[in-house]
Structures are given as C-alpha cells and as structure tokens.
C-alpha cells in the first residue's frame, strides 16, 4: 500500500509562471490537507479538501493560489504568477476519514519543494 | 482558532539521555495530539498521538504525556540514539476545524 504521492519533488519556475503541485492520497483516503513549510520553520495549515469539496481554506492567500480534489486523480495546488517569496516546502497529508473526532490519522507525501527564480 | 506553542526550539543531548519537548494549545476543544518526526529533505512521520480521553500513551522508548486542565501535552523520549536526530512537531486538532494545527518545531541533536 503506497503512502501519500507527491509530484514533483523538485519544481522550478520563473517569476509570473504558474506552479501546479500534484498529491496523490493513501489509497482509500477521500481526506487531503496542503501545509506549506518555510526553511527551519514549521508547518502551516493552507487548506483541506474532501473529494470534490473545499472544507476550509483559510490558510489559502486569497489570490493566486487554488486548489482542487477532483472525484477521479490526485489533489491539485496551483499557485499562479508565481513570485519569490513562494519559495518553500509544500506539503501534502491525506485521512481514511475526518480526524476531527474519529479513530485515523494524518499521513504526510515528501512534499514538493519549490523554487521561484 | 487554535494556537500550538512548541519549546525548546533546539535541544542537545548526549545518547543515552531522555530527551522532552512540551507544547501547549489554546483551543480547549481540541481533542487529537499528534507528534510528528522530519528528517532532513523528507516529509514528516507520525511517530505517536493521544486523545483526550486518556492521559499517557506509550511506544517502546517513546512517550506522550496530555494535561487537558493546563492544556499542555509533552513528548518523552528514552536511551536517545543517534538516529533520533531530527526535528519534532507537536500538532492539535479539534474543536471547530478538520485540520492539524502544528508547532514550530523542535531541532533535537543526539551526540554520540
């Protein structure tokens, strides 16, 4: 049973060029969460997504950034016109189900460490 | 919302000590206490979590300890090795969000 899937693992792009992080869950998970890491800092919530739905993106800047969970495929984060200071670590984590109050838990991919030059 | 505090940020010690690092969270409603391993370049591991319907959790060298009246849950780990070397994040959920809300991390250093 493969863990959580992230692609690519190294991405880099020119400034105003658009970013697109892929995350593939556990299998069976229907629960995804996208965290951003900063170098020596930790990790901060962006968003969590439920097949086909958006169940909390405040940590999501309100422009650019995107991100979708589609019924068939992987997660999806788009950053678009991307700029330096995306520069960082964006991780991904998926749950068989909420883990607010149930018996599961989060398990994170290798994330996608992006570089805007 | 909920706010994790996370100490020390760095922590050395020689192998063979016991090695704690505390957090505390603000959400009293939180109800899942997660701690998570990073490697360098790699994603973060979970080693071990508590609920709040219990007090102490063990596995093997490692221990998690939760004081839901202070709101303050502690991380124990035993015979430190070298190859505990890495930097630890404690996480809380619960209340009103889905999501892990994390600390900023402690670096800890095993010295051989």
């Known amino acids: 049973n493969a863990g959580v899937m992230q692609n690519p693992r190294h991405l880099v792009r020119r400034r105003g060029q658009e970013a697109r992080l892929r995350c593939s869950p556990m299998?069976?998970?229907?629960?995804v969460y996208w965290y951003r890491q900063l170098p020596e800092e930790g990790l901060k919530f962006m968003v969590y997504?439920?097949?086909?739905?958006?169940?909390?993106e405040s940590g999501m800047p309100k422009e650019r950034f995107s991100a979708e969970f589609p019924k068939e495929g992987p997660s999806i984060l788009r950053i678009q016109q991307v700029v330096r200071g995306d520069s960082a670590a964006y991780f991904c984590?998926?749950?068989?189900?909420?883990?607010?109050?149930?018996?599961?838990?989060?398990?994170f991919g290798q994330g996608t460490r992006l570089t805007v030059v | 919302g909920e706010n994790v505090e996370q100490h020390p940020s760095t922590l050395s010690v020689q192998e063979g000590d016991s090695a704690v690092i505390k957090c505390t969270y603000s959400?009293?409603?939180?109800?899942?206490f997660p701690w998570y391993k990073q490697e360098l370049g790699k994603g973060p591991q979970l080693i071990i979590d508590?609920?709040?319907?219990?007090g102490e959790k063990k596995d093997q060298r490692i221990a998690v300890t939760l004081n839901k009246t202070a709101k303050h849950f502690s991380l124990h780990i035993t015979e430190t090795q070298p190859e505990d070397s890495a930097v630890y994040f404690c996480?809380?959920?619960?209340?009103?969000?889905?999501?892990?809300?994390f600390g900023k991390g402690t670096k800890l250093s095993v010295k051989p």
């Open positions: 508590i609920r709040s319907n219990v």
């Open positions: 996480a809380a959920m619960g209340g009103s969000q889905g999501n892990l809300i």
């Open positions: 959400d009293s409603a939180s109800n899942y």
């Open positions: 984590a998926s749950s068989l189900t909420t883990v607010l109050g149930g018996n599961t838990e989060a398990f």
């Open positions: 997504l439920q097949k086909e739905n958006i169940i909390d």
């Open positions: 299998k069976g998970h229907s629960h």
